[in-house]
């Protein structure tokens, strides 16, 4: 008996019967655009063997206008047709099945060959799109058409019509990007008729047993987007035409409506698929912000869909699905919705990977296999780095203990876990400590360890991580104290506070400082703080009176000297969401100021013009930075005993925990 009954029911599709219930959303890795399909058919492979229903491969381009980027994968030619055959074997022989997604980028497409309905630039793009013809849309039907058929010559199960988040078939659909007056614009039935065509004449080259689903937006989050009705009659059609699943899209790329970051609530839109539900007759899927079997069961038990799509919890963990069903849901490695590795690096150009889980995407380069040799190791800091080292090393075989000066595991990620709307690392230290007990790692906390207690192991990790920086600032009189000072409660702030330093943990503690309940722990607060309204009473699900923040609990200057915008290097998919956050709480964020003095009138500065100026604050919080660790390295060094260095006592200068994550497994890796 399961855990989860209503997660392993099975779903019978009519030629197909998935095993359960989750399917593995869309993620673009950038492993196709590399070529090496060794990597992709075994990262694919991973997670069909972790027991998935059913995965949806990362968007690829049914033609050259309608890719996200110059060059972005397909289905081109011959060599694709063979390599995109490796991928569907792989993962057929490890027992999965997969789709492939056709992704039209329309006007998001970064290239100056973006096509759409309408010449309307994207808020996000620097491209303007060049409005089709009738003959350019019959192409890109076409191209379209011909890729499904393609993806079933290859042996995929079927394919994904990506019909929301703003791209192309989304930019038929409204106003906003639709301006044409022809058969494909003007009344909502001309403007879905680009959707519903595509999915008839798909049905029509693929035959009946071909798995074909069609994501719809169901809440646009823009001005002027669908209206719920219109949602409705889209579905009916898109069902009409021969979809066999409706997936749920939630927010244009361009809304200013957070969707998918960690401050989201759990399962914040679910409720707007449920909607839909008994509306169409298909399977319904819903999405975002589902990391954990609990919450995939709940959603499933109140009726909110038929199935549901988690994309990121399969690079964080694999096995996600074994797990669940052997009743070993504690050993899930939690996806923290941080996008740091992944969603981050796909906008860097980067190959993604996951910031619990370094292997994601690496499975062929990063493995953890049997150690020859059972060595004793001394991991001294638990913090992520020391963390993750001793699971890697105890997991291959080898005798560890963990050493920490502090009553408890979890380094700085203790402090992360304070700040409203990163609740989810508290899961994340919770899942490292039941995966050490798992692996028998001694853990031997309150112990502030010496070098002379390190002789006799065979391999000494040290990872003693970082302390806050000293700014060395001119102090007369005045509450002056540090971010770990605040954040572990040894020291309270004062109703007008000047925060210095603008980096990650500043944003993190003028958070802290400003928000006395979470609305991450609150679903109906978050929608009101965010001005999210339900669809059915207002089109595209804006509340007409937008956002509503709670009041600040506190007044909040945050500084930096730099004279860039504060936060320009915070995260490329959640820097907006940090920033739009405190100018919701009116936080005062100024560049460009040099420090003069504290003293009881408040915090002294000098702005980048020479104006001269004295903030009047109670509390002054330091967040400058901060520096390695290392008398334990040191004296280690000294003694003449070998020992590694990770994590923030090997480099201070932007470590965070993805750094010290990655570096903690590669080295465990090779013990
Ligand atoms: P640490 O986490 O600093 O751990 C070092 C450990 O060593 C500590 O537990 C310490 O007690 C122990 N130690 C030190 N000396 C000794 C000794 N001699 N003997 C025994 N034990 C010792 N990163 C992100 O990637 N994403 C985020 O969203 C994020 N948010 C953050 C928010 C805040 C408020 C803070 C403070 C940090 C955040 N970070 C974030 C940064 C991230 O937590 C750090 O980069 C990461 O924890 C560094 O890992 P580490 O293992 O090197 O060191
Ligand atoms: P940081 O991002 O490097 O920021 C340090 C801040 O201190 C900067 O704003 C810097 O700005 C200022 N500063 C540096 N030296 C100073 C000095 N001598 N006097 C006064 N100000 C000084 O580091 P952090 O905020 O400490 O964060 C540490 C790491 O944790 C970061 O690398 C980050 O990646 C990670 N983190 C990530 C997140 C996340 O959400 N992803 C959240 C928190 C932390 P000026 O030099 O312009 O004054
Ligand atoms: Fe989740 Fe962060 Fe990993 Fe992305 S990097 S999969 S958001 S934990």
Redesign the pocket.
Known sequence: MTDYPHLFRPLDLGHVTLPNRVLMGSMHTGLEELGDFDRVAAYYARRAEGGVGLMVTGGMAPNREGGVLPGAAGLFTDADMANHGRVTRAVQDAGGRIAMQILHAGRYAYSDACVAPSPVKSPISPFPPAELDAAGIEKQIADMVEMARRAQVVGYDGVEIMGSEGYFLNQFLVTHTNKRTDQWGGSYANRMRLPVEVLRRVREAVGPDFILIYRLSMIDLIPNGSSWDEVVELAQAVENAGATILNTGIGWHEARIPTIATSVPRRAFAWVTKKLMGQVSIPVITSNRINMPEVAEAVLAEGCADMVSMARPFLADPDFMVKAKSGRSAQIAPCIA?N?ACLDHTFEMKVATC?VNPQAAHETELVYTPALVEKMVAV???????MTAARVAAERGHKVTL????SEI????N??KM?PG?EEFHGLVRWFGDMLALHGVKLRLG???SADDLVEFDEVIV????LPRDPGLLVDAGHVVT?VDI?TGRETAGERVAVIGAG??GF??AEYLTTDESPTEDLDAWLEEWGVADPGAHRSGLAPEGPQPAAAARKVSLLQRKSERPGKRLGKTTGWIHRTSLQMKQVQMVGGVSYDKVDLAGLHITRQDGTAEVIPVDTVVLCAGQLS?R??ADALEAKGVPCHV????DVASE????R?IGQGARLAATL
Do not use: H, R, W
Not at 403 to 406: E, G, T, Y
């Open positions: 941080c740091q910031l001294v800091g638990a913090g992520p780095a020391g050493f920490d000066q502090s979890g380094g700085q990620l402090m992360a700040v990163k112990v502030t360890v990872a003693t991580g970082v971010y954040l990650g943990i993190d503690v660790e008398s334990l990770i994590g923030g006592a470590l965070d925990a993805k010290a």
